[in-house]
């Protein structure tokens, strides 16, 4: 099995690296800087650099996976932004660095896998529930809840152009211990991982363009 994780230096995606090395998967995976790039080389990986903001470095992630097809590819690079309680105005930093990072990055990253798919492979986009708005109860993180909700949006085109080539979904890890989760998170990082790792394989063509959360079951758009 190959896997491609983009956005793995530390977090889910560095866990979802370890664990599909442990389970004797090929894996790429993604870090934009020296230290992250040495931590992925240390646990067994093949590292790329690619920082998704930046267009420069984002458009070369196809030269750099050339020639290979992926079973399974995650992306997982992302950022929370301003921790806002209600309807407080960013700034346009702010504003332009999660929306590059969450949606720009994508809408970059996505055109240049599609000739990297094995037959069947599964393609997952780490979104979140703070993007659902038919589940929405809360206005914290305005800011990220409309990145992950525009990163849906993108996440359903992108299933509706590989249907056939991949089974595409956006998930939500669950509310995990890493840097943003915090440390009062529900979800140690090795179980989120280990349940996407578990509904990545159990995924049928009737679930691309779905919105799911770690462990399968469907999460209103
Ligand atoms: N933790 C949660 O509770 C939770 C809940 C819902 C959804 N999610 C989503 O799950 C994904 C992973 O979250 P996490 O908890 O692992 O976050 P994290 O611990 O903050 O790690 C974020 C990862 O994204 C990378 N990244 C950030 N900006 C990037 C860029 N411009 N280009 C490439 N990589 C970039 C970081 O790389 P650097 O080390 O270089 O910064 C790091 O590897 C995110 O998309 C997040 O929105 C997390």
Not at 6 to 17: D, H, N
Request: hydrophobic letters at 50%.
């Amino acid at each position: 099995m190959k896997v491609l994780v983009i956005g793995a230096s530390r977090g889910i995606g560095f866990e979802l690296v370890r664990q599909y090395l442990a389970d004797g998967a090929q894996v790429s995976a993604t870090a934009r800087d020296d230290a992250g790039l040495d931590r992925l080389r240390d646990a067994g990986a093949t590292a790329l650099r690619l920082d998704v903001a930046d267009a420069t470095s984002a458009s070369a992630l196809a030269w750099q996976i050339d020639g290979e097809v992926f079973d399974v590819v995650l992306l997982s690079a992302g950022t929370f932004g301003p921790r806002s309680d209600g309807l407080d105005a960013p700034s346009v930093g702010d504003f332009d660095r999660v929306m590059h990072t969450n949606v720009l990055g994508a809408m970059r990253v996505l055109p240049q896998l599609a000739g990297a798919l094995a037959p069947g492979a599964r393609l997952a986009v780490l979104s979140s529930r703070m993007g659902s708005m038919g589940q929405r109860a809360a206005a914290s993180g305005w800011l990220y809840r409309a990145s992950k909700a525009a990163l849906n949006s993108v996440l359903k085109d992108a299933s509706i152009v590989l249907a056939g080539k991949a089974v595409c979904v956006a998930l939500h890890p669950g509310w995990v211990r890493t840097d943003m989760g915090g440390a009062g998170a529900d979800l140690d990082v090795a179980d989120s991982a280990a349940g996407i790792r578990r509904t990545l394989a159990a995924l049928q063509p009737a679930d691309n363009g779905g919105f799911l959360n770690f462990d399968g079951t469907p999460i209103a758009w």
